[in-house]
């Protein structure tokens, strides 16, 4: 089976400071891990994904994530916290070889960036 | 939302009643999922679609049906609701299976069972 964990229910960070929201998977195989964010009464977006290739991968709205294989995580990150990324981010992994595209998702961890 | 939409998107309904939810969408994406939102939960694939009539359950699937008569459209069907279904549903699609293919989310229906 496999499973994704995001260990903190919330990260704070001040606006201008960098933030991190950390995301670990138990996934057999090669996975593929992605970064959804949820604005209020919103659906999820899509941030960025990693596949295969360099463990840093870059996506929408200035964030990044970087892939560790050998700690298993795949940690969010972004150099500079904006007000208006204070949402909820949700991290998900499935097998790579997955026919069936099954997404499974951690439980998910608010942002909250004060100015 | 990437073309998707669902209706209702808010419902409060009584225990015991059936209800429908409808996914609608404009992408002709060949997958469409069903998941629950539920506080520490994370999403919870309930049911997905592989196509036209091609259906299987996923991890959450008790109390809950699915149908999928046409491309664009996947309806989700609770029976007879219990409160234990009062939840925030949404619906997904993606292009193809595999590979590295992102899902993308309806704005979600808010479901009240009473």
């Known amino acids: 089976a496999q499973s994704v964990a995001q260990p903190e229910d919330q990260v704070n960070v001040a606006e201008g400071n960098p933030l991190t929201v950390k995301c670990t998977y138990s996934v057999s195989g090669n996975p593929y891990l992605f970064w959804y964010v949820q604005y209020p009464n919103r659906g999820l977006q899509f941030l960025l994904k990693?596949?295969?290739?360099?463990?840093l991968v870059k996506g929408s709205y200035g964030f990044e994530a970087e892939f560790n294989k050998s700690q298993t995580s795949f940690h969010l990150k972004k150099p500079s916290a904006l007000v208006s990324d204070s949402a909820l981010y949700f991290c998900a992994g499935r097998r790579g070889l997955d026919a069936g595209n099954m997404l499974t998702f951690g439980g998910g961890t608010r942002l909250m960036v004060k100015p | 939302d990437a073309g998707i939409t669902q209706s209702p998107r808010h419902k409060v309904t009584e225990t015991g009643t059936p209800v429908t939810l409808r996914c609608h969408q404009t992408e002709n994406h060949r997958y469409m999922y069903w998941y629950r939102q539920d506080p520490g939960h994370g999403l919870r694939l309930i049911h997905y679609s592989y196509g036209v009539k091609d259906t299987d359950k996923g991890e959450v699937s008790d109390g809950y049906s699915v149908s999928r008569s046409k491309t664009e459209d996947f309806l989700l069907t609770l029976e007879s609701a219990t409160s234990s279904q009062t939840s925030v549903y949404f619906c997904?699609?993606?292009?193809?299976?595999?590979?590295?293919?992102?899902?993308?989310f309806g704005p979600g229906t808010r479901l009240t069972v009473t």
């Open positions: 990693y596949i295969t290739g360099d463990n």
């Open positions: 997904a699609i993606s292009e193809r299976s595999g590979g590295s293919n992102e899902q993308y």
